[in-house]
């Protein structure tokens, strides 16, 4: 399982971590980014909130993986990416879930973690449906 978003910086990275809670013991999970920047420390806030400690994975980008792993699913969590990603040779499912940017909200640092939460919990909740049916 690959999930792609831009940066990799908040919403891939929290989704890899919550199916690898959820149900790493079926899938091998991975995440990536088109234009990879870092962690962002507000994922890594929203995640340390349910006991996911997420402060030691780092952004990476796509062609890490490129011709050189196979997955069955690939999942984008942005639009950008679902809109941007090349053709990736050996994925047998690609998903899309349009998901805000929580690196993009503005306001106090308590408004912004507010918005990661969010989409944290969205991605649970998808992640959930999916591993249930998968």
Same mark, same amino acid.
Do not use: A, Y
């Given at each position: 399982m690959l999930f792609l978003c831009t940066g990799n910086s908040a919403r891939s990275q929290m989704a890899e971590a919550l199916?690898?809670?959820q149900a790493g013991?079926?899938?091998e999970t991975f995440s990536a980014g088109l234009e990879p920047t870092e962690v962002n420390p507000l994922a890594i806030s929203a995640m340390a909130e349910i006991g996911i $400690?997420?402060?030691?994975q780092r952004a990476k980008g796509i062609e890490e993986y490129l011709g050189r792993r196979h997955f069955g699913y690939l999942i984008t969590v942005c639009d950008h990416a679902a809109a941007n990603c090349p053709m990736f040779p050996g994925v047998a499912t690609r998903?899309?879930?349009?998901?805000? $940017?929580p690196a993009a909200a503005e306001g106090s640092e308590e408004e912004r973690l507010e918005v990661f939460r969010r989409v944290?919990?969205?991605?649970?909740?998808?992640?959930e449906e999916f591993a249930a049916g998968h």
């Open positions: 199916l690898r809670v013991d079926r899938f $400690d997420i402060s030691g998903l899309h879930w349009s998901l805000v $940017d944290r919990d969205e991605l649970e909740r998808l992640i």
